[in-house]
């Protein structure tokens, strides 16, 4: 009999799977990322327990295209400076990509807020520019020119801080207590420079951001980096304290309790 491709994989298939996966080669991206301060009580108000405010209400947006060989990427990540037990990192509001493939780990593993969009990312000699976009509305602009060359930074750890969970079937809540995803990344850049510009929000019902204002642009660059990633557990949350917040994952609350039309199936 022919393979039935839905069927089981062998050990041996899974297991070298796991093994390819290990052994990824760095991958490189470009990048322009924009860090702000803005309104703490808006920064205080996205986030849901126990996350807290650091002492720098801070907005990071950062806009990167990815050359993988015969498939390029897009991938943003609009986040606010938060702390959790003593660990200061960020908490991504929306993370735009451009293909689905993009969204399944992220999404189904660590818990990632991804969402297809349009990521763009352009230089034309000084000139710089990028865009995260969705539904038509580019929600995120970037401009500038670069205006000189930074040091590059010393390998670093970063935290970004995700809630992973699966809404209940009868839409009541969730399925089973949330938990609180530490996800912490080894970055190392080799290409950094100063842009000078600014920042613009614009008004979207999708990806309301520009609730979270530009008060004071700290910096903007546009880089070349590659990191790579590993999630943890920490703790499980309260539901009845995460629900509130659970709209930020979605377009429309409402389709979490979406389901195939009566008769269809």
């Known amino acids: 009999m022919a393979r039935v491709r839905y069927g089981a994989r062998t050990e041996a298939e899974i297991a070298a ?41 801070l907005v990071r947006v950062n806009i990167s295209k990815v ?15 938060a702390a959790h037990d003593g660990v200061e990192g960020l908490y991504p509001l929306v993370m735009p990509m451009t293909h689905e493939r993009a969204l399944t780990g992220g999404r189904e593993v660590f818990g990632e807020p991804k969402k297809l969009g349009e990521v763009t ?12 976009a969705r539904h038509g509305i580019a929600f995120v602009e970037v401009r500038g020119a670069v205006s000189g060359d930074l040091p590059l930074p010393e390998p670093a750890r970063k935290t970004d801080f995700y809630f992973k969970f699966l809404p209940a079937v009868d ?3 969730f399925d089973l207590d949330p938990v609180l995803v530490h996800c912490v990344r080894n970055e190392k850049v080799r290409r950094l420079e100063r842009v000078t510009g600014d920042v613009v929000l614009r008004e979207s019902m999708y990806d309301p951001v520009a609730d979270l204002p530009v008060r004071r642009l700290v910096e903007i660059t546009i880089g070349e980096k590659t990191t790579d990633q590993q999630g ?17 994952r979605y377009d429309d609350p409402r389709q979490i309790l979406d389901g195939p039309p009566e008769g269809s199936l």
Not at 22 to 29: F, G, K, N, T, V
Not at 240 to 247: I, K, S, T
């Open 121 to 132: 990312v352009e230089r034309d000699g000084l000139v710089v520019r990028a865009v995260l």
């Open 232 to 248: 943890r557990v920490v703790e499980r949350v309260s539901g009845q304290a995460l629900l509130p917040y659970v709209h930020q």
């Open 171 to 173: 839409g009541s809540g």
């Open 17 to 57: 799977a796991r093994t390819a996966n290990s052994r990824l080669p760095d991958i490189w991206s470009t990048g322009v990322v924009a860090v702000w301060e803005s309104d703490p009580d808006a920064v205080a108000a996205v986030l849901p327990p126990p996350l807290k405010p650091t002492a720098r209400p």
């Open 67 to 81: 050359d993988l060989p015969g498939y390029p990427l897009g991938a943003g990540s609009f986040a606010v400076a």
